[in-house]
């Protein structure tokens, strides 16, 4: 048995909207893309290093140098920005970008997009960076705690024998693998 879909009827308004909606993938994307997504997309973490020690100013931020660009990306996420340069540095950063621009709109939201890439950036670095020193805790813990304790505590001439990997002092000579 099948069921009638609506969707399968070309003239259908399922359809047509289907239809629609797959011809503007794109748009269909940005809407689905929040602002700090976008911005982590569009620039690796080496560019976000080159960001937070050079600024968006330096030219760095290569999809956000133009006034077109920038007032574009801030027409395009202008409440997900200013809240999350609120929630960053209090209102007072909100004002000072203004107060910066005053009568220019456009130099506002172009600071106002600089400043939020800025932030962006410092988060996904100082987030690679913690990733980065949880690792090499992890992989010191590890040696530590497993490796070194292991061969000094654990290891036994009852079950040196079972470990493999185990060399005793003075075992590495070319006699060892002679026979082999």
């Not at 002092?169 to 693998?177: E, L, P, V």
Request: aromatic residues 10%; negative net charge; hydrophobic residues 35%.
């Amino acid at each position: 048995m099948t069921l009638a879909c609506h969707a399968s009827n070309a003239g259908s308004i399922p359809a047509r909207i289907v239809a629609l909606l797959c011809a503007n993938c794109s748009l269909i994307t940005v809407i689905m893309t929040n602002a700090f997504d976008a911005i982590l997309n569009t620039y690796d973490l080496e560019t976000c290093k080159e960001i937070v020690n050079h600024g968006c100013q330096s030219g760095v931020c290569s999809q956000h140098i133009y006034y077109a660009d920038t007032i574009k990306f801030f027409d395009t996420y202008e409440d997900e920005i200013i809240d999350y340069i609120g929630d960053s540095f209090g209102s007072q950063m909100n004002e000072q970008l203004w107060n910066d621009n005053s009568c220019n709109i456009d130099g506002y939201k172009n600071d106002t997009v600089w400043a939020f890439i800025e932030l962006v950036a410092m988060q996904r670095v100082d987030d690679a960076e913690e990733q980065e020193r949880s690792d090499e805790e992890t992989i010191g813990n590890y040696i530590l705690n497993d490796v070194i304790d292991y061969g000094k505590g654990r290891l036994t001439s009852a079950n040196s024998q079972q470990a493999s990997w185990y060399n005793p002092a003075g075992s590495m000579t070319m006699s060892r693998y002679a026979n082999n």
